[in-house]
């Protein structure tokens, strides 16, 4: 039963990425076709990269703007004006952190998938590579066995069979066959070249992948700290917090910005190479490989002869002529010469070992395990990799979005800590609602102003008199009041202790005074 032929279709976001502009420091247009080794092709990734570079600047340069112009234009308050409304910050700091959850979302799952893309090239690399690597073993081992293993023990039998010459023309026909079977094997193309090259291709790109990977995490982890910090320093209101993420909060733009271009260069050499890989690995190989070869595991049709079917054909023909020898001496040369038994048992040893070779040789030669390392790598690289490279630089755009908020927030927040923190300094600390009065420790300088309980009750003795004796003052601690109110048929309660330096006795004290004297009061009919 025939296996369906794999086919490749590059996605569309590659030919999207493909069609984006080239252009040169001089701004000439670049041909997008994937030409890594030129100076051109290099420098229209450069400015791709250099345009993240400009939208850097620009964003700095409006921010900067925009941070003079609060600082500069900012009207001084009145003291009647109310303090600024944090309805706008409360806002703006919801929507940056819904905007940096997004991103680090986006920015993990990009992360993620490009590692995963890169691992499934990197895979296929080595796959094809052992692949390559077995077929070189198969071919040199085979040479190695013909030219040197067989031709010993021919040279060995040809003296002793020196009398015979049958025998003798029998091993001149399977020197023949050897030869044939050399021929065939160094007319083969030489994949130590592609060996080479994929692996260090593979080797290379593992080392790129591993600090990519690491570098984004880095850039996920900051950015997630920078976003909790500044929500922590909202919430203790903290300036010093504030001013530090301002600080950070520039280094990540510039990061962020940094990455982006990093990203969108990578993502569009990428897709350069995914819209016509073909193109470029025949460029590639055409040193070492004919073009009939390139093509045949390029596309591995089942309408595609394969190159190799000829050599491997006569390769067998030759092996299977040399074992009908080989057989037949066996079989009628020793009785006469028992010597040769050892020589004649050594190369039908040799021949069996060079036809599990062949076999083995004959198997990876296909194209179908080549090819579908191909398949593997491609679709690892610009499907998985493209899109996870397109996510990362979604991740950047966000981040920069989020900062540039964050950013312009802060000196709004950083007004509003200001503005409340005045408005607790403007309290008056003789104002008896005020708070903090009750904590304030007893200062005796205000203790002149305090009346003792004895001048209101001595008071009222002398109400008749139409000039009462002057109060004289002084100074009462909390345990005082509190006896004093328990004379009168009082109970010391917590809700005295306020009264405490404000001039005014305990609320018990009035009651007692009042309920001895009503006697004293005027009855009017």
């Known amino acids: 039963m025939a296996t369906a032929r794999l086919d490749y279709i590059a996605p569309w976001w590659t030919y999207w990425l493909h069609n984006f502009p080239h252009f040169n420091f001089t701004f000439q247009h670049v041909d997008n076709t994937f030409r890594p080794?030129?100076?051109?092709?290099?420098?229209?990734?450069?400015?791709?990269?250099?345009?993240?570079?400009?939208?850097?600047?620009?964003?700095?340069?409006?921010?900067?703007?925009?941070?003079?112009?609060?600082?500069?234009?900012?009207?001084?308050?009145?003291?009647?004006?109310?303090?600024?409304?944090?309805?706008?910050?409360?806002?703006?700091?919801?929507?940056t952190?819904?905007?940096?959850?997004?991103a680090f979302g986006v920015g993990f799952y990009g992360n993620s998938q490009t590692n995963d893309g890169v691992y499934q090239l990197t895979y296929s690399l080595h796959n094809a590579n052992h692949t390559l690597g077995g077929i070189n073993s198969l071919v040199s081992s085979s040479l190695g066995s013909m030219e040197v293993g067989l031709q010993q023990h021919l040279d060995r039998l040809d003296e002793i069979f020196a009398t015979?010459?049958?025998?003798?023309?029998?091993?001149?026909?399977?020197?023949?066959?050897?030869?044939?079977?050399?021929?065939?094997l160094t007319s083969m193309p030489d994949l130590s070249k592609a060996k080479v090259d994929l692996s260090a291709i593979a080797d290379q790109t593992d080392y790129v992948e591993y600090y990519r990977w690491l570098t984004y995490?880095?850039?996920?982890?900051?950015?997630?700290?920078?976003?909790?910090?500044?929500?922590?320093?909202?919430?203790?209101?903290?300036?010093?917090?504030?001013?530090?993420?301002m600080v950070f909060g520039v280094m990540s733009l510039v990061l962020?910005?940094?990455?982006?271009?990093?990203?969108?260069?990578?993502?569009?050499?990428?897709?350069?190479?995914?819209?016509?890989p073909d193109k470029f690995i025949a460029n590639r190989t055409k040193d070492f490989l004919s073009a009939e070869v390139t093509h045949y595991y390029l596309y591995c049709s089942q309408s595609l002869p394969n190159p190799f079917q000829q050599s491997l054909t006569i390769f067998q023909r030759s092996l299977t002529t040399m074992q009908i020898q080989i057989q037949g001496l066996l079989q009628f040369s020793v009785p006469v010469f028992p010597t040769a038994e050892r020589d004649l048992l050594g190369i039908q040893r040799l021949l069996n070992s060079t036809e599990f070779n062949l076999n083995q040789l004959t198997a990876l030669l296909d194209c179908r395990g080549l090819h579908k390392n191909y398949l593997d790598g491609l679709m690892g690289v610009c499907y998985d990799g493209v899109e996870g490279l397109l996510y990362l630089c979604l991740f950047s755009l966000l981040s920069v979005s989020a900062f540039c908020v964050m950013l312009c927030a802060i000196p709004r927040a950083w007004t509003?800590?200001?503005?409340?923190?005045?408005?607790?300094?403007?309290?008056?600390?003789?104002?008896?609602?005020?708070?903090?009065?009750?904590?304030?420790?007893?200062?005796?300088?205000?203790?002149?102003?305090?009346?003792?309980?004895?001048?209101?009750s001595s008071s009222l003795d002398s109400q008749a008199s139409p000039h009462p004796p002057p109060q004289t003052a002084a100074i009462l601690p909390t345990s005082e009041y509190m006896n004093q109110s328990m004379l009168f048929g009082g109970n010391p309660r917590y809700e005295?202790?306020?009264?405490?330096?404000?001039?005014?006795?305990?609320?018990?004290?009035?009651?007692?005074?009042?309920?001895?004297?009503?006697n004293h009061l005027p009855v009017y009919d």
């Not at 952190?97 to 997004?102: A, P, R, T, V, Y």
């Not at 997630?224 to 530090?244: D, E, N, P």
């Not at 005295?496 to 009503?518: A, H």
């Open 164 to 184: 015979r010459g049958d025998y003798v023309q029998a091993l001149r026909f399977m020197g023949q066959m050897a030869d044939n079977i050399i021929r065939q």
């Open 256 to 276: 962020s910005w940094g990455s982006l271009g990093a990203g969108t260069a990578t993502a569009v050499s990428t897709s350069d190479f995914c819209v016509s």
């Open 416 to 456: 509003l800590i200001t503005s409340r923190n005045r408005d607790y300094d403007d309290i008056d600390e003789e104002d008896p609602f005020n708070p903090q009065a009750r904590h304030m420790a007893f200062n005796p300088s205000r203790a002149s102003h305090v009346h003792s309980f004895c001048s209101y």
């Open 496 to 518: 005295n202790v306020p009264l405490i330096g404000r001039g005014s006795p305990p609320p018990s004290t009035f009651r007692n005074i009042f309920s001895q004297n009503e």
């Open 217 to 245: 995490l880095l850039l996920l982890i900051l950015d997630l700290v920078i976003c909790l910090v500044a929500f922590l320093g909202l919430a203790k209101q903290s300036r010093w917090l504030l001013t530090m993420i």
């Open 97 to 102: 952190g819904l905007i940096l959850c997004s």
């Open 37 to 95: 080794g030129e100076a051109s092709y290099q420098q229209s990734l450069v400015f791709l990269a250099c345009i993240s570079a400009a939208g850097l600047v620009l964003s700095l340069l409006l921010l900067s703007v925009y941070l003079t112009s609060v600082c500069c234009c900012r009207k001084e308050e009145e003291e009647e004006t109310k303090r600024p409304d944090s309805c706008c910050v409360s806002w703006t700091a919801v929507i």
